[in-house]
């Protein structure tokens, strides 16, 4: 089994540190993984995208031009992405900050509510993990107690107490994500 | 203790650096590679293995502070990223000149010039070929993975103990950035400096009272001993290419053409082996690993069944040279690459494979 | 007394330190630094630390200073020498290691090194031949030769419209945080002779004490007779009436 992701966004969403903590879960259940972002000024509040790839297999080639899934968190990475999913793969977005919403009807298109919920919440920072369990929920690539080990091996020790914040968090993202028709 | 982690290439660099025993790394920041000072920073081995860290005042120091460390017996490193390996080629020569052992990382990033910080692999010619003045080489070793990234620094440590002989980590940004699953060696005890007096008696440690002074140097104004001196750099560097040629075959022996590619761009390759399978197009992936010395032996050996093979760099062609000159003109040699920091998908190597043979 | 009577080592009044081997010196007649090495010499076998001291030769006349000192030496790369003491230093803490510079090498291509070696503070001992001229490739303009001097690239004399001015760096590495000591000596006479020792002793002391931080940083304001085209003697001259006005003699800083 091998999953090809892109997460795609504005710097500042977590859109790194979701990719870091689905590999980290990966790598804790003994899988093959690769997290390669795009690197550069860019992070640094422009558009932010990162490749995870999850494998039973040792992992070819780390950089990708179509994907298994494609997690979208702004208009522009739609714009860039929509187009490299492969026909039956899976498309996530959250309506909050797109305009123009996705059109493609050969893939499984996804919607999920993570902006609005994680401010409902009061955890605004909590968005990212709302994104991770709707992710979650449609491919379940790896079981929820490994993500648990990632991310507290990827969050530092000081941030530990926030850890059954991001469970809930996980939880509610498997609960609200949707299928568009 | 081995350790499993999940690493970004520079930082696995830097953690293998602490473990294997390493007395002294010299850097200077530049992007893509500033994590692996910074990591050793955060990491204060000084206060552990008792591993020197410092940040230099250029490039140009901070190789010159390796040429001190190497001069000493020590086992030293420093980082950079091409711009600044560029600066470092003084020092290169003179380590070079000097016959002694160190360690340098370019994690190769998109020029000419000031450039781009995106991944490129355009520097092969200055590191294979020699940088700096003087007919030197160095070994150079091309990481395609965080893994051998790690593995390399102790391995690039030990080649040049054993040829007093600078090795070159010759990477580039895709896997200074990306992490991948990396196992780390466990802790090695860095030498004594009584170990070292026995193993580098030539080392400048301090004149002891039984010895004659050691003079680490690589001036000789007179013709007759520096072409002496230079026939013995030649007599190590055939030495080096007769035991140390390290490359990786995959699939190479039942492929109709071979696809050659060193560091990311072999990843890319094994991608596009498969891509290129469905398609009915068998290819094989011949990865040197040490650039230098050059698997042209392998390369010959293929010869024999394969129809013709595409060389993938993210350059204008640089490698593709070497491999011509082992081909001989015996089957067809093209080149595909990418430049200034964009790396190719594994798509358009099968549709280049499909297009230079075509198929 | 015969001259068997006058060679008993009991009558021994002077010799050259063992250190000092018989290599036949490169340096011209007249030169300062033959005289420089011995007190080198001298120092490190009187402060008996052979076994712990590594030297860091120049790019300049002084390249071959380590044919003539019996201690261990790497040889720098042109201006390099402070960056590779300052590395040796980290990684042989207890060690004497001291640099041997002229003025194109520690002032003009090696300025960087030199400003940033000192600034780090590291326990190390500079010593600075400054002659104002470029001995070894032939007589060229220094960054330390005076205004009007002449020199093979200044044969009108040195003008500040073209050139800028001398660059008394001495100065300025007496400003740094990270220097501890820092002097202005001369070898031109036998007074002077025994100061300049003085000096390097102190440089080298501080260089090896593990309580205080700082660089030891001596100038040894010398004379260059074969390319200020002078005889040794009118050379000295010419110093003392000349360079000590813009390099004057004596302690910059000691703390």
């Given at each position: 089994m091998k999953h090809e992701i892109i997460i795609a966004g504005f710097g500042g969403q977590g859109v790194l540190s979701m990719g870091k903590i689905l590999a980290y879960s990966g790598l804790m259940q003994g899988k093959e993984v690769t997290w390669l972002p795009a690197y550069g000024p860019e992070q640094r509040g422009g558009t932010a995208n990162v490749t995870v790839i999850i494998s039973d297999e040792r992992i070819s080639s780390p950089i990708l031009n179509t994907y298994d899934t494609a997690i979208i968190l702004n208009q522009q990475s739609l714009d860039k992405f929509e187009s490299k999913v492969k026909p039956g793969g899976n498309l996530i977005y959250d309506p909050?900050?797109?305009?123009t919403a996705p059109t493609r009807t050969d893939i499984n298109v996804y919607t999920i509510d993570a902006m609005d919920t994680a401010l409902a919440m009061g955890a605004a920072k909590s968005f990212n993990m709302i994104i991770l369990g709707g992710l979650l929920q449609i491919c379940p690539i790896v079981d929820l107690e490994y993500v648990m080990l990632g991310l507290k091996k990827s969050l530092p020790e000081r941030h530990h107490h926030l850890l059954p914040q991001n469970e809930a968090a996980i939880k509610k993202g498997m609960e609200i994500i949707t299928k568009k028709d | 203790m081995e350790e499993v982690r999940l690493m970004k290439g520079n930082e696995a660099l830097a953690e293998a650096a602490i473990r294997c025993g390493c007395d002294g790394y010299f850097g200077y920041p530049i992007t893509p590679q500033s994590e692996v000072m910074e990591t050793l920073m955060l990491l204060k081995p000084w206060e552990t293995t008792g591993m020197v860290v410092m940040q230099a005042e250029s490039e140009v120091a901070s190789i010159n502070m390796v040429y001190a460390g190497a001069g000493c017996g020590k086992k030293v490193m420093t980082s950079t990223s091409s711009p600044g390996f560029s600066l470092m080629q003084e020092g290169v020569s003179y380590i070079a000149g000097a016959d002694i052992p160190a360690l340098v990382v370019n994690v190769m990033r998109g020029g000419p010039g000031l450039g781009t910080i995106q991944p490129s692999q355009a520097d092969y010619f200055q590191t294979v070929k020699g940088g700096g003045h003087g007919d030197y080489r160095q070994i150079t070793l091309a990481p395609a993975s965080v893994q051998e990234m790690a593995d390399f620094v102790s391995l690039g440590f030990d080649l040049a103990f054993k040829y007093n002989i600078l090795s070159v980590i010759l990477a580039d940004g895709l896997i200074g950035q990306m992490m991948e699953k990396v196992v780390l060696p466990p802790y090695q005890a860095r030498r004594t400096n009584e170990e070292i007096r026995k193993e580098c008696p030539w080392a400048s440690l301090g004149r002891t009272a039984d010895r004659k002074r050691n003079v680490i140097t690589s001036l000789e104004l007179e013709p007759g001993p520096m072409e002496a001196r230079n026939l013995a750099l030649q007599e190590k560097y055939r030495t080096i290419e007769a035991n140390e040629v390290r490359f990786e075959n995959v699939g190479c022996d039942d492929a109709d053409y071979l696809l050659m590619a060193f560091g990311s761009s072999a990843r890319i390759c094994q991608k596009a082996i498969e891509i290129a399978a469905e398609q009915g197009i068998k290819l094989g992936l011949l990865r040197p690993i040490t650039l230098w010395p050059f698997c042209t032996e392998e390369i010959q050996r293929q010869l024999s069944h394969i129809k013709g093979i595409l060389s993938v760099e993210f350059n204008a062609g640089q490698m593709v040279e070497d491999v011509k000159l082992a081909v001989e003109g015996k089957v067809p040699v093209h080149h595909f690459g990418r430049m200034g920091g964009i790396v190719p998908t594994p798509e358009e190597v099968v549709e280049a494979v499909k297009s230079k043979f075509n198929l | 007394m015969t001259a068997q009577d006058i060679i008993k080592p009991e009558n021994l009044v002077y010799s050259k330190p063992s250190l000092l081997n018989d290599n036949t010196m490169h340096y011209c007649p007249g030169c300062s630094h033959g005289v420089v090495h011995k007190l080198i010499a001298e120092v490190i076998e009187e402060m008996g630390i052979m076994d712990k001291t590594v030297g860091v030769s120049p790019v300049g006349c002084a390249v071959f200073a380590y044919n003539y000192i019996d201690i261990d030496w790497q040889e720098a790369a042109h201006g390099r020498a402070p960056a590779i003491a300052t590395a040796i230093k980290r990684l042989l803490p207890e060690h004497l290691v001291f640099t041997y510079q002229g003025d194109g090498d520690l002032a003009a291509i090696g300025t960087a090194e030199t400003i940033h070696a000192v600034n780090r503070g590291d326990n190390l001992a500079m010593i600075f031949i400054n002659n104002a001229i470029y001995g070894m490739t032939g007589g060229q303009m220094a960054p330390t030769t005076l205004e009007g001097m002449k020199t093979a690239t200044c044969p009108y004399g040195r003008d500040p419209q073209l050139n800028g001015y001398h660059l008394p760096i001495t100065n300025l590495v007496a400003q740094l945080e990270g220097a501890r000591y820092v002097t202005r000596q001369s070898v031109h006479t036998a007074a002077a002779v025994r100061n300049a020792k003085k000096a390097i002793r102190k440089a080298f002391e501080n260089a090896l004490c593990p309580e205080k931080k700082g660089a030891s940083f001596v100038e040894i304001v010398s004379t260059c007779n074969s390319g200020w085209k002078l005889s040794p003697e009118k050379a000295n001259q010419w110093m003392v009436e000349n360079m000590f006005k813009a390099y004057p003699i004596g302690d910059l800083k000691n703390i």
């Amino acid at each position: 089994m091998k999953h090809e992701i892109i997460i795609a966004g504005f710097g500042g969403q977590g859109v790194l540190s979701m990719g870091k903590i689905l590999a980290y879960s990966g790598l804790m259940q003994g899988k093959e993984v690769t997290w390669l972002p795009a690197y550069g000024p860019e992070q640094r509040g422009g558009t932010a995208n990162v490749t995870v790839i999850i494998s039973d297999e040792r992992i070819s080639s780390p950089i990708l031009n179509t994907y298994d899934t494609a997690i979208i968190l702004n208009q522009q990475s739609l714009d860039k992405f929509e187009s490299k999913v492969k026909p039956g793969g899976n498309l996530i977005y959250d309506p909050y900050g797109i305009s123009t919403a996705p059109t493609r009807t050969d893939i499984n298109v996804y919607t999920i509510d993570a902006m609005d919920t994680a401010l409902a919440m009061g955890a605004a920072k909590s968005f990212n993990m709302i994104i991770l369990g709707g992710l979650l929920q449609i491919c379940p690539i790896v079981d929820l107690e490994y993500v648990m080990l990632g991310l507290k091996k990827s969050l530092p020790e000081r941030h530990h107490h926030l850890l059954p914040q991001n469970e809930a968090a996980i939880k509610k993202g498997m609960e609200i994500i949707t299928k568009k028709d | 203790m081995e350790e499993v982690r999940l690493m970004k290439g520079n930082e696995a660099l830097a953690e293998a650096a602490i473990r294997c025993g390493c007395d002294g790394y010299f850097g200077y920041p530049i992007t893509p590679q500033s994590e692996v000072m910074e990591t050793l920073m955060l990491l204060k081995p000084w206060e552990t293995t008792g591993m020197v860290v410092m940040q230099a005042e250029s490039e140009v120091a901070s190789i010159n502070m390796v040429y001190a460390g190497a001069g000493c017996g020590k086992k030293v490193m420093t980082s950079t990223s091409s711009p600044g390996f560029s600066l470092m080629q003084e020092g290169v020569s003179y380590i070079a000149g000097a016959d002694i052992p160190a360690l340098v990382v370019n994690v190769m990033r998109g020029g000419p010039g000031l450039g781009t910080i995106q991944p490129s692999q355009a520097d092969y010619f200055q590191t294979v070929k020699g940088g700096g003045h003087g007919d030197y080489r160095q070994i150079t070793l091309a990481p395609a993975s965080v893994q051998e990234m790690a593995d390399f620094v102790s391995l690039g440590f030990d080649l040049a103990f054993k040829y007093n002989i600078l090795s070159v980590i010759l990477a580039d940004g895709l896997i200074g950035q990306m992490m991948e699953k990396v196992v780390l060696p466990p802790y090695q005890a860095r030498r004594t400096n009584e170990e070292i007096r026995k193993e580098c008696p030539w080392a400048s440690l301090g004149r002891t009272a039984d010895r004659k002074r050691n003079v680490i140097t690589s001036l000789e104004l007179e013709p007759g001993p520096m072409e002496a001196r230079n026939l013995a750099l030649q007599e190590k560097y055939r030495t080096i290419e007769a035991n140390e040629v390290r490359f990786e075959n995959v699939g190479c022996d039942d492929a109709d053409y071979l696809l050659m590619a060193f560091g990311s761009s072999a990843r890319i390759c094994q991608k596009a082996i498969e891509i290129a399978a469905e398609q009915g197009i068998k290819l094989g992936l011949l990865r040197p690993i040490t650039l230098w010395p050059f698997c042209t032996e392998e390369i010959q050996r293929q010869l024999s069944h394969i129809k013709g093979i595409l060389s993938v760099e993210f350059n204008a062609g640089q490698m593709v040279e070497d491999v011509k000159l082992a081909v001989e003109g015996k089957v067809p040699v093209h080149h595909f690459g990418r430049m200034g920091g964009i790396v190719p998908t594994p798509e358009e190597v099968v549709e280049a494979v499909k297009s230079k043979f075509n198929l | 007394m015969t001259a068997q009577d006058i060679i008993k080592p009991e009558n021994l009044v002077y010799s050259k330190p063992s250190l000092l081997n018989d290599n036949t010196m490169h340096y011209c007649p007249g030169c300062s630094h033959g005289v420089v090495h011995k007190l080198i010499a001298e120092v490190i076998e009187e402060m008996g630390i052979m076994d712990k001291t590594v030297g860091v030769s120049p790019v300049g006349c002084a390249v071959f200073a380590y044919n003539y000192i019996d201690i261990d030496w790497q040889e720098a790369a042109h201006g390099r020498a402070p960056a590779i003491a300052t590395a040796i230093k980290r990684l042989l803490p207890e060690h004497l290691v001291f640099t041997y510079q002229g003025d194109g090498d520690l002032a003009a291509i090696g300025t960087a090194e030199t400003i940033h070696a000192v600034n780090r503070g590291d326990n190390l001992a500079m010593i600075f031949i400054n002659n104002a001229i470029y001995g070894m490739t032939g007589g060229q303009m220094a960054p330390t030769t005076l205004e009007g001097m002449k020199t093979a690239t200044c044969p009108y004399g040195r003008d500040p419209q073209l050139n800028g001015y001398h660059l008394p760096i001495t100065n300025l590495v007496a400003q740094l945080e990270g220097a501890r000591y820092v002097t202005r000596q001369s070898v031109h006479t036998a007074a002077a002779v025994r100061n300049a020792k003085k000096a390097i002793r102190k440089a080298f002391e501080n260089a090896l004490c593990p309580e205080k931080k700082g660089a030891s940083f001596v100038e040894i304001v010398s004379t260059c007779n074969s390319g200020w085209k002078l005889s040794p003697e009118k050379a000295n001259q010419w110093m003392v009436e000349n360079m000590f006005k813009a390099y004057p003699i004596g302690d910059l800083k000691n703390i």
